[in-house]
């Protein structure tokens, strides 16, 4: 089997915490747990119209932050 290397840039958050995006305190441990303290832009953007429960789309570049 071949294993590849992919290098890994850093990606950037914001300065506000997780907390500011309305998530329940359950969320908020998990996210603690799992070792994110601050949010990407992208996350910040999108978390709270999720929320709302409207549909959305989210656009940002690949290795930007969308998925965790």
Do not use: N, Y
Not at 6 to 23: C, D
Request: charged share 15%.
């Amino acid at each position: 089997m071949q294993s590849l290397a992919i290098p890994q840039h850093p990606v950037p958050t914001t300065a506000q915490p997780f907390a500011s995006l309305g998530l329940s305190k359950e969320i908020l441990m998990c996210v603690r747990l799992v070792g994110f303290d601050h949010p990407t832009p992208i996350q910040a953007a999108v978390i709270p119209k999720a929320l709302t429960g409207r549909d959305l789309v989210g656009l940002a570049e690949t290795g930007s932050g969308k998925t965790a």
